[in-house]
């Protein structure tokens, strides 16, 4: 049954749509481990911890960055590192307290598919 949902787990890591819903969860949790970003190093860090099994694309990560921007949870650090400027992506206080909530709810959703999925996760 373990390789069931292992299998089920990377079927879902590749389906797209599931992943698209959580693209503000990965970049709040990132940001929340690191004091800053840069767009480029979420792309990777995302890329790294997978294990090339989710690819954000900057197509939806650069949305994703200004909508949580303009929402008051994303302060913006622009340095210049060598003859290039670089935006740097930091929690605010609201952020830091939105990456709790949206945790706590995909660690949610994750428990009750583990239980539709696999009866011995659930509660009899």
Do not use: C, W
């Not at 990132?30 to 190093?41: A, P, S, T, V």
């Amino acid at each position: 049954m373990h390789n069931y949902i292992m299998y089920i787990f990377e079927l879902s890591m590749k389906n797209t749509n599931l992943y698209k819903g959580s693209i503000t969860t990965i970049i709040l949790k990132l940001l929340n481990e690191h004091d800053k970003m840069y767009g480029y190093e979420i792309t990777q860090k995302v890329r790294d911890i997978t294990k090339n099994e989710l690819q954000l694309t900057e197509g939806a990560l650069y949305p994703a960055l200004h909508k949580l921007k303009d929402q008051g949870l994303l302060d913006v650090e622009v340095l210049y590192v060598g003859n290039r400027v670089r935006k740097y992506y930091k929690l605010t206080e609201a952020g830091t307290k939105e990456t709790v909530k949206k945790l706590s709810e995909l660690e949610s959703y994750i428990r009750n598919m583990r239980a539709l999925v696999n009866p011995k996760y659930r509660d009899e």
